[in-house]
C-alpha cells in the first residue's frame, strides 16, 4: 500500500489575474512549462458572480482543459472580457505532464476536500479559502471516465438549481453524497455544483459537448440556467455502494493468464448504466478465490448482498445498476472498479 505521508513537500497554490501567456495553446503534456503548479485564474467578465470551473483534478482527464482552451480561443478571451466572470482552478500539473490520474505517494486530488493530514489537504484550503471571499454563482468540476459510460452529470444535493444546472448538460444525473472528499462536495455549500463525466480523454465529442455547455452557463440569465429546460426528461440516480479489488490483485479481462486473481467478462464496460439481473457472471475468481468487496455510503460491508462465489463463478445476488466499470487494471486499484446506483425518485415539478 503507498505511504501517502512520505510526501511532505506542500504544493503551493499559484495565483494569476489574467490568463497566462501560451495557456491557450500548449500541449497539455507540457502545461508546467508555464504553470508551476496547481493554479487559480481568475479571468474577467462582463458580469458578476463568477462561474468556477475545475479541470485536470486527474492529469489523465484532459477534456476540460482542452474545452478550456477552446473557450478562450472562440471568445478571445486573451483580449476581450468573458461574458461571466471565471474562477478557473487547473489541479495536479505534475500528473498531468505524466499523462497519469495521479503520482505515485500523492493522494487524488479529488480527494482532498475535506480533511487535514496531507499537504495536499492545505492546498485544498487555501483554494476553498480564495474562492469563499465571493459569490460564486456555480461550480462546475470537469472529467473523464476511463471505462465505457455516456455522458452525465454528477451533482451532491437534490436541489432544483442542482438538478436544473445538471440536467443542461445530459439528461443522465447520479445523486451522490460519497465520496464526500470531492470538490464538487465542497462547493455545494456555497452555490450549484456539478460534475461533469464526458466519456474518454481527448475524444472531440467530449470536450465539444463541455465547450457548448461552459458557453450556456456563462451565457444565461440564473432564472434559465437553474430553472427547468424545455424537454425536463431526467434519469437520475443515487450511488449506493462503491465496489473494490483486493488489494495488489492481478486482474484480467476475456481470456485471462491462468496467475490472475480475478478474470472478468471481456465486454463488462457495456454493463455500465444498464440493469444488471440477478444471476449475472460478473467473473471467474482465481488462485486466490479472489472476490469483489462492496461498501456502502455508511463505509459498511454489503458485499454479501450483491454478490456471491459459486464454483469461482462471482455471479450478482440481485438486480443492480452498475456505473464506472473499467478494464483500467491502475486506475482500478487507485481508485475503486465501480459503483452501484439505483433509481432515484424525484419530485414532478422538480423534473
Not at 493554479?39 to 485536470?56: A, E, H, T
Not at 450478482?316 to 425518485?345: A, V, W
Request: with cysteine; hydrophobic share 35%; charged share 20%.
Amino acid at each position: 500500500m503507498e505511504n501517502l505521508n512520505q510526501v511532505t513537500a506542500e504544493p503551493q497554490l499559484n495565483l494569476y489575474n489574467t490568463i497566462p501567456e501560451y495557456l491557450a495553446d500548449i500541449r497539455v503534456e507540457e502545461i508546467d512549462s508555464i504553470l508551476p503548479g496547481p493554479s487559480l485564474i481568475s479571468i474577467k467578465g462582463n458580469i458578476s458572480p463568477p462561474i468556477f470551473i475545475s479541470v485536470l483534478l486527474h492529469g489523465n482527464e484532459t477534456t476540460g482543459f482542452l474545452a478550456i482552451q477552446h473557450l478562450i480561443k472562440e471568445l478571445n478571451l486573451t483580449t476581450k472580457p468573458a461574458p461571466r466572470d471565471i474562477i478557473l482552478f487547473i489541479g495536479n500539473i505534475a500528473a498531468a505532464k505524466k499523462g497519469v490520474r495521479r503520482l505515485e505517494n500523492e493522494p487524488d486530488y479529488n480527494r482532498i476536500w475535506n480533511g487535514e493530514s496531507l499537504p495536499e489537504h492545505q492546498l485544498a484550503k487555501a483554494v476553498l479559502a480564495k474562492l469563499s471571499q465571493q459569490q460564486l454563482y456555480a461550480a462546475i468540476d470537469i472529467h473523464n471516465n476511463t471505462g465505457k459510460n455516456p455522458h452525465y452529470a454528477c451533482i451532491n444535493k437534490t436541489d432544483p438549481a442542482f438538478i436544473h444546472l445538471a440536467r443542461r448538460f445530459s439528461k443522465t444525473i447520479v445523486y451522490f453524497t460519497e465520496p464526500h472528499e470531492v470538490i464538487s462536495m465542497a462547493l455545494s455549500r456555497h452555490c450549484p455544483s456539478v460534475t461533469l463525466e464526458c466519456g474518454f480523454s481527448g475524444k472531440t465529442e467530449g470536450f465539444n459537448h463541455v465547450y457548448n455547455y461552459l458557453v450556456q452557463c456563462l451565457t444565461m440569465p440564473a432564472e434559465e440556467l437553474f430553472g427547468p429546460p424545455s424537454n425536463k426528461h431526467n434519469d437520475i440516480y443515487h450511488t449506493i455502494a462503491k465496489i473494490t479489488v483486493p488489494e495488489n490483485s492481478h486482474l484480467g479481462f476475456g481470456n485471462c493468464e491462468q496467475n490472475v486473481d480475478i478474470c472478468f467478462r471481456d465486454d463488462l464496460e457495456e454493463l455500465n448504466f444498464t440493469s444488471v439481473p440477478k444471476g449475472t457472471r460478473l467473473g471467474i475468481s482465481g488462485k486466490n478465490h479472489s472476490c469483489l468487496t462492496v461498501m456502502d455510503n455508511s463505509s459498511r460491508d454489503v458485499t454479501d448482498q450483491y454478490f456471491r462465489v459459486e464454483n469461482h463463478d462471482i455471479v450478482t445476488r440481485k438486480e443492480l445498476i452498475p456505473s464506472m466499470f473499467t478494464k483500467n487494471e491502475t486506475i482500478i486499484h487507485q481508485d475503486c472498479f465501480g459503483y452501484i446506483m439505483e433509481p432515484y425518485p424525484i419530485d414532478e415539478q422538480i423534473r
